[in-house]
Nanobody, 115 residues
Framework: QVQLVESGGGLVLPGGSLRLSCAVPRDIIGHYYMSWYRQAPGKQRELVASIFNVDRTYYADSVKGRFTISRDNDEGILFLQMNTLKPEDTGVYYC?????????WGQGTQVTVSS
């Protein structure tokens, strides 16, 4: 059973920062397409950022220039650095690992941006 475990969520003021972490098995993190998704209340889950191949990245337009995805393959940790947070960034953030055959999800961590 593959486990992805997110941490680092919380309550933050608009304009603030948070760094999310996801513990990923070492035999997966360097070989799978790694992503962060989020789901706001009443909305569908959406892709936030991905990292793949050596270190190619993708970002949703809504987070470009504010969020940075990275990974430490030796430690088995996927990160999401979130800066200049807005209330619309509020949601449950999920870590995801996929290849052509398997698709793994974490349990999610809550991020709330509010004054």
């Amino acid at each position: 059973q593959v486990q992805l475990v997110e941490s680092g969520g919380g309550l933050v003021l608009p304009g603030g920062s948070l760094r999310l972490s996801c513990a990923v098995p070492r035999d997966i993190i360097g070989h799978y397409y790694m992503s962060w998704y989020r789901q706001a209340p009443g909305k569908q889950r959406e892709l936030v950022a991905s990292i793949f191949n050596v270190d190619r990245t993708y970002y949703a337009d809504s987070v470009k220039g504010r969020f940075t995805i990275s990974r430490d393959n030796d430690e088995g940790i996927l990160f999401l650095q979130m800066n200049t947070l807005k209330p619309e960034d509020t949601g449950v953030y999920y870590c995801n690992a996929k290849n052509g055959l398997w698709d793994y999800w974490g349990q999610g961590t809550q991020v709330t941006v509010s004054s």
